[in-house]
Nanobody, 129 residues
């Protein structure tokens, strides 16, 4: 059974940092894309960052470029989201999701929510001003 477990959320002050983890079980995600999405109160879910662990290729949404970093530990089947210089606008429930790696450049499909097959349960990040 494929399972994704997201963790690491919490309350942090603006300007602070958090690291989220997405641990996968039931399969090896070597040839998958693993993405983070977030949903702020009253807003649609948006894709913010994605990695293909097999080659380390990444793609970032403009809203997080320069502040967030994604990485993977393939031996642990875990992907990390390092979030720095957090802003109140980053407050959201953060979800990780996976899909088998698709053809074409990652930037064309990597943050497209309909592409993703499996989702973690979400972890809440609250950034206070």
């Amino acid at each position: 059974e494929v399972q994704l477990q997201a963790s690491g959320g919490g309350l942090v002050q603006a300007g602070g940092s958090l690291r989220l983890s997405c641990a996968a079980s039931g399969f090896g995600f070597d040839d998958y894309a693993v993405a983070w999405f977030r949903q702020a109160p009253g807003k649609d879910r948006e894709g913010i960052i994605v990695i293909t662990p097999i080659d380390g290729n990444t793609h970032y949404a403009d809203s997080v470029k320069g502040r967030f970093t994604i990485s993977s530990n393939n031996a642990k089947n875990t992907v990390y989201l390092q979030m720095n210089i957090l802003e109140p606008g980053d407050t959201a429930v953060y979800y990780c999701a996976i899909v088998p790696r698709l053809p074409g450049p990652l930037r064309l499909w990597g943050l497209s929510e309909p592409k993703y097959d499996y989702w973690g349960q979400g972890t809440l990040v609250t950034v206070s001003s």
